[in-house]
């Protein structure tokens, strides 16, 4: 009987790297007609990660110059009061943009881009958006199923990415303590001692 396919680290391998039949197990693949096997064999993200970097950068590139990112901006800044709001609102970003792209390096960069200039006006010294945009984007990758670092954590475990997720404190305890120093103010950094 075969098992369940989707619940198995290929899966998450396949996502990433595309689908062959060697990944079955459980039955005959040699039974499988050659067209089928054509047909069902493909690339996953990976062979399509060309053409979605272009359009992204294309689409990061239009949404900056023609204003979108500070609207985007102004509507969440609405909400920041305190340094604990924008360290939160830092770390919802980075989370958001890990889940959307898979990818740890536009996770801290594109909200990096978006969050630098708040950090300079609300008199917090950069290496504090550094620290949070680390401490939520580059070490949540590794949760993520369709992640690069999801897939490899997984095949080189042999179980899938949810399975391991209870046991990676780390890679969300980040995250948790960046929120709570923000709100707390503990080791928070101001520009200049005469700030609010």
Not at 23 to 39: F, N
Not at 91 to 118: H, Q, R, W
Not at 156 to 180: D, E, K, Q, R
């Amino acid at each position: 009987m075969v098992d369940c396919f989707c619940r198995h680290p290929r899966f998450d391998a396949a996502l990433v790297i595309g689908f062959y039949v060697s990944m079955i197990t459980g039955m005959d693949i040699s039974a499988i007609p050659e067209e089928v096997v054509s047909l069902v064999t493909q690339g996953g993200m990976q062979s399509m990660t060309s053409v979605i970097l272009i359009a992204f950068s294309a689409f990061a590139g239009i949404i900056t110059k023609a204003g979108a990112l500070e609207v985007i901006m102004s509507a969440l800044l609405k909400f920041v009061k305190r340094t604990g709001d924008l360290i939160l609102s830092t770390v919802v970003s980075c989370i958001t943009m890990a889940l959307v792209t898979g990818n740890s390096y536009l996770s801290i960069i594109v909200p990096g881009d978006l969050f630098k200039e708040t950090y300079k006006k609300k008199n917090l010294h950069a290496k504090n958006l550094s620290r949070t945009l680390e401490d939520s984007g580059t070490v949540v990758v590794p949760l993520i199923p369709w992640s690069s670092a999801g897939v490899y954590m997984a095949g080189v475990l042999g179980v899938s990415t949810l399975s391991y997720a209870p046991w990676a404190i780390f890679c969300y305890l980040g995250f948790i303590f960046a929120i709570i120093l923000g709100y707390t103010g503990i080791g928070i950094t101001r520009i200049s001692k005469n700030a609010d």
